[in-house]
């Protein structure tokens, strides 16, 4: 009779019970990125145990009991430690299945959905792995009361197509069991854990690539005449723009954490390398720019030549249409072409000064070819500005490609 059934584990029930835990994975839903701590799972959750009183004579070996019945035995405390949220399901009916055999072996199976906690660490995001735990133990039994071991080939999964990770890659599962201390006992732990692998496809089409060729775009510019300063402008400041819009858009898509994940410092030097490129037309246009003498130095030089340093058979002199071979009036200085090296020479010089003041420039940088040599190049590196293009075209692919070895290889391998 229903009365007649234990309800409770019984006094002088001096053994501890023995719980065999058989859970069945059914399916795990999508991971919320924007909730880093939680995961929704599917499992039908079997507890086998043995209860004496429960024995009984008859024919019949197994007795199938409805959901009615479960309130009228005792059945264990298990709880979900690490569960946020969970509810059985009861359409269309209570998804409950009570088993007894005639030895008092008694099998019960439920089916759960179950919200837990899982911390992932997105540090190699979105190369990241992680083992999600979902953890359960007696609630008010100590392991001198109840002891949780697993059966063998415990811990079922169903088929993948049935999962719907669309982010992740289940790689499987693994189950281990632990004494945990307490205030209130020693209490039996059992663990299992979800590994999963996340998927790339989705951030290589709308992060990696698109960054890659931004910054290859960027390159352009070293092939561009530097008198096309429009050109390169133009090319510089909307590679870096694009730069920013897509690490603006590969933020969203991850949760706001502290730390730098694998992502973020791929487009960072994404970004860098851009910026670089044009930060390389300023420092070409800057130095490579001849700064022309003050006006009034120029315009002496013009109306006062020292006559000692003109070659006459160089100078031309061009008169206008008003002006007759016999008019003994100088035309104006604007019509005296000045083709005299030894002039240019000076002018040039005036520019090379002028282009070597400061300490960094003199340190580094050659306008022209004069500054080859002197006593100021003795156990300095000598870079001529004008070829800054030529020594970007193979820096910024060279050092962008070994950056891309390293990166991959590091967190894919290693």
């Given at each position: 009779m229903p009365g007649d059934l234990p309800r409770s584990r019984g006094e002088g029930y001096r053994r501890g019970w023995l719980l065999g835990m058989q859970p069945r994975v059914s399916q795990s839903q999508t991971w919320q990125e924007n909730k880093l701590s939680e995961y929704q799972i599917d499992i039908f959750f079997a507890q086998t145990w043995t209860d004496s009183r429960l024995r009984f004579n008859s024919t019949m070996k197994i007795l199938t009991l409805n959901s009615n019945m479960v309130g009228l035995i005792w059945i264990p405390d298990t709880i979900f430690r690490n569960s946020k949220t969970a509810e059985a399901h009861w359409i269309t009916t209570p998804n409950q299945l009570l088993r007894i055999w005639n030895d008092g072996k008694i099998l019960y199976t439920l089916r759960l959905t179950i919200n837990a906690e899982c911390q992932l660490q997105l540090h190699n995001f979105p190369m990241d792995e992680h083992s999600c735990p979902l953890i359960f133990s007696s609630y008010g039994y100590p392991k001198e009361e109840m002891i949780y071991r697993w059966r063998k080939n415990s811990v079922e999964a169903a088929d993948q197509k049935s999962w719907r990770l669309y982010q992740f890659d289940f790689m499987g599962l693994r189950n281990t069991t632990e004494i945990v201390t307490t205030s209130a006992g020693d209490y039996v732990v059992m663990t299992i854990y979800f590994e999963l692998s996340r998927r790339m496809g989705y951030f290589t089409?709308?992060?990696?690539?698109?960054?890659?060729?931004?910054?290859?775009?960027?390159?352009?510019?070293?092939?561009?005449?530097?008198?096309?300063?429009?050109?390169?402008?133009?090319?510089?400041?909307?590679?870096?723009?694009?730069?920013?819009t897509l690490s603006t858009i590969a933020r969203k898509s991850l949760p706001r954490v502290s730390y730098v994940t694998a992502m973020d410092l791929f487009v960072t030097v994404c970004f860098l390398f851009v910026f670089a490129a044009l930060m390389e037309y300023a420092t070409l246009n800057y130095y490579s720019s001849c700064r022309k003498?003050?006006?009034?130095?120029?315009?002496?030089?013009?109306?006062?030549?020292?006559?000692?340093?003109?070659?006459?058979?160089?100078?031309?002199?061009?008169?206008?249409?008003?002006?007759?071979?016999?008019?003994?009036?100088?035309?104006?200085?604007?019509?005296?072409?000045?083709?005299?090296?030894?002039?240019?020479?000076?002018?040039?010089?005036?520019?090379?000064?002028?282009?070597?003041?400061?300490?960094?420039?003199?340190?580094?940088?050659?306008?022209?070819?004069?500054?080859?040599?002197?006593?100021?190049?003795?156990?300095?590196?000598?870079?001529?500005?004008?070829?800054?293009?030529?020594?970007?075209?193979?820096?910024?692919?060279?050092?962008?490609?070994?950056f891309n070895l390293v990166y991959w290889v590091g967190y894919l391998y290693l």
């Amino acid at each position: 009779m229903p009365g007649d059934l234990p309800r409770s584990r019984g006094e002088g029930y001096r053994r501890g019970w023995l719980l065999g835990m058989q859970p069945r994975v059914s399916q795990s839903q999508t991971w919320q990125e924007n909730k880093l701590s939680e995961y929704q799972i599917d499992i039908f959750f079997a507890q086998t145990w043995t209860d004496s009183r429960l024995r009984f004579n008859s024919t019949m070996k197994i007795l199938t009991l409805n959901s009615n019945m479960v309130g009228l035995i005792w059945i264990p405390d298990t709880i979900f430690r690490n569960s946020k949220t969970a509810e059985a399901h009861w359409i269309t009916t209570p998804n409950q299945l009570l088993r007894i055999w005639n030895d008092g072996k008694i099998l019960y199976t439920l089916r759960l959905t179950i919200n837990a906690e899982c911390q992932l660490q997105l540090h190699n995001f979105p190369m990241d792995e992680h083992s999600c735990p979902l953890i359960f133990s007696s609630y008010g039994y100590p392991k001198e009361e109840m002891i949780y071991r697993w059966r063998k080939n415990s811990v079922e999964a169903a088929d993948q197509k049935s999962w719907r990770l669309y982010q992740f890659d289940f790689m499987g599962l693994r189950n281990t069991t632990e004494i945990v201390t307490t205030s209130a006992g020693d209490y039996v732990v059992m663990t299992i854990y979800f590994e999963l692998s996340r998927r790339m496809g989705y951030f290589t089409i709308q992060t990696y690539i698109p960054c890659i060729l931004t910054v290859v775009l960027s390159w352009v510019s070293f092939w561009i005449k530097k008198d096309a300063t429009p050109a390169r402008t133009a090319l510089g400041i909307t590679t870096v723009l694009t730069m920013t819009t897509l690490s603006t858009i590969a933020r969203k898509s991850l949760p706001r954490v502290s730390y730098v994940t694998a992502m973020d410092l791929f487009v960072t030097v994404c970004f860098l390398f851009v910026f670089a490129a044009l930060m390389e037309y300023a420092t070409l246009n800057y130095y490579s720019s001849c700064r022309k003498p003050t006006t009034t130095k120029k315009t002496t030089s013009l109306l006062h030549p020292d006559s000692s340093r003109w070659i006459p058979e160089r100078i031309s002199l061009q008169a206008p249409s008003n002006y007759s071979l016999l008019d003994m009036r100088p035309p104006p200085p604007a019509m005296i072409t000045l083709n005299n090296s030894v002039y240019w020479q000076e002018f040039e010089d005036t520019c090379v000064y002028e282009c070597l003041d400061g300490k960094d420039c003199q340190s580094f940088f050659c306008c022209y070819e004069e500054c080859k040599s002197g006593s100021w190049r003795k156990g300095r590196i000598h870079i001529d500005i004008l070829e800054l293009d030529s020594y970007s075209r193979v820096f910024f692919p060279t050092s962008f490609l070994l950056f891309n070895l390293v990166y991959w290889v590091g967190y894919l391998y290693l």
